[in-house]
Every structure is written in structure tokens, then in C-alpha cells.
């Protein structure tokens, strides 16, 4: 067995042992391979071992990856990162879903961008920060619901749920309360969503836990989880 493919395991079996041990069943959770700046050929050796679904942060890096493995058709792209006005156009195009939506001036880009491209609307979630002044990305709790209304009304868009990154500590009582938190909020937009008669089956995605935190984020309701290090090994810092 590859490295690769003995911390693929490992991390299936982690994400496994913390759904039963929160009574959830294994299959409801989806597992993003965080590949940014990792190598095309480290995206193509982990998809052979059946993984799909790849999130990347830096767009121009992205899409030289996309580009290299367009091959591979059925990989499924993830923006994960903050986005910069002047970036909507490429992620709109090249993206299959975008995570970490703050405003809605963003969101009305990636909308109007995704029809002039003629694709079906961009599946998105809108990023909450739940660690206060500790954290600079994503809108506040309170803004979340005004944000999460305003993407649900746009076109080119399809509003799916709340992405959460708390601040790293090693308390897991900590991490609990602030993964808890944003599924409060996911919790909030769906009770809106029905409220004002929108279909509200699609508000399924709760976007949270990493390589160190997967356990409480699983352990709150976790639906997608954004793994890196633990699958591809330690990253190169960033020059
Ligand atoms: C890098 C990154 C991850 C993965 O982090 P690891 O600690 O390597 O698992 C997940 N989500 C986001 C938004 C990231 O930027």
C-alpha cells in the first residue's frame, strides 16, 4: 500500500468512527480532499483510489490543476478559499461549488458570471465566522441570515448550507461550541427559507472540520469535511 492510499484509509476510518460514535450514519458524509498546493499528479493518484471531490484556495493555481486534469471528467472542483472580485469570472467557470461565500456583492458576480457562461446554477454555501476577532473571513452570525437570503434569491446560484473554519485550539470543547454554533445558523437559515415558502430540503450542507478537528465538527453535524495534510502529508509553506 501507497502512503497515499494507507492515509486515505485512515482518514475513511476516522470520519466512519466518529459518525457512529455520534449515532450518524457513515454514509451522509461527504469527504473534500483539499489538494491546494499539491501537485496535479497528487490529485490523479488519490482519484485512482476513487476519491472525487478536490477543494482548492488559490484560483490561478486551480485552474492550471483543472486544465492538467481535464482528463479526468468526473473529478468534482471546490473553491474553497476567499475570493477576490476580479477572480468570480474564472471560478464561476471552472468550479463545480464555492464554500466560502462572505458578501453579497461576490455572490451577485459568481451569479451573473455562472448565466453568462450558460451553466447550471453554482452550488454555495455561505461562510459564517464563528470565532469572533480571532477569525478575518466570513460574515458575522447575525449577518448570516440577511447573506444567506440575499444568495437564495440569485439565479446562478444554488444556496446548499453554512461553511465554518474556528479558530485552531487543542480544547475540543471549544471546537464543539463553535462547530455548534455554525450549525445553529444552518439551522436559522432553513427555518427562514421555509418561513418565507422556499423549498428547503436543499439548505443540506454543513461545511466544516480539517485534518485536526474533523471529530467535533462529525460530532455536530458535519455533512462535508475539508481534509488536506491528513490525506496529501504536511504542505510546503507558501511562498
Ligand atoms: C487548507 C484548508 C483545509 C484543509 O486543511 P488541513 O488542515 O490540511 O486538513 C480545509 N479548509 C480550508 C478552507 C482550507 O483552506
New binding site residues.
Given amino acids: 500500500m501507497t502512503t497515499l492510499e494507507a492515509r486515505y484509509r485512515a482518514v475513511q476510518q476516522r470520519l466512519r468512527q466518529a459518525a457512529l460514535a455520534a449515532g450518524r450514519d457513515p454514509g451522509q458524509l461527504r469527504l473534500l480532499a483539499?489538494s491546494?498546493t499539491f501537485p496535479p499528479d497528487a490529485v490523479r493518484a488519490l482519484a485512482a483510489l476513487g476519491q472525487t471531490a478536490f477543494?482548492e484556495?488559490y484560483v490561478q493555481e486551480a485552474q492550471a490543476k483543472i486544465a492538467a486534469l481535464e482528463d479526468l471528467p468526473a473529478l468534482e472542483w471546490h473553491f474553497?478559499?476567499p475570493i477576490q472580485s476580479n477572480k468570480t469570472g474564472v471560478i464561476a467557470r471552472c468550479f463545480d461549488w464555492v464554500?466560502?461565500i462572505e458578501r453579497e456583492a461576490i455572490a451577485e458576480r459568481l451569479s451573473r458570471q455562472r448565466l453568462d457562461a450558460g451553466l447550471a446554477p453554482l452550488p454555495v454555501c455561505i461562510q459564517v465566522n464563528v470565532s469572533g476577532e480571532a477569525s478575518k473571513h466570513g460574515c458575522t452570525p447575525q449577518d448570516a441570515r440577511a447573506l444567506a437570503r440575499a444568495v437564495g434569491a440569485l439565479p446562478g446560484l444554488a444556496l446548499r448550507g453554512v461553511m465554518a473554519?474556528p479558530e485552531p485550539t487543542p480544547d475540543t470543547e471549544v471546537l464543539r461550541a463553535r462547530f455548534a454554533q455554525a450549525a445553529r445558523v444552518l439551522d436559522a437559515v432553513r427555518a427562514d427559507a421555509r418561513a418565507s415558502g422556499a423549498d428547503a430540503g436543499r439548505l443540506d450542507t454543513l461545511s466544516m472540520g480539517?485534518?485536526?478537528d474533523l471529530e467535533p465538527a462529525v460530532a455536530e453535524g458535519a455533512t462535508i469535511v475539508?481534509?488536506?495534510?491528513?490525506l496529501f502529508g504536511a504542505?510546503p509553506a507558501r511562498a
Fill in positions: 483539499v491546494k477543494g484556495n474553497i478559499g464554500h466560502s473554519i480539517m485534518s485536526a475539508r481534509v488536506g495534510s491528513a504542505r
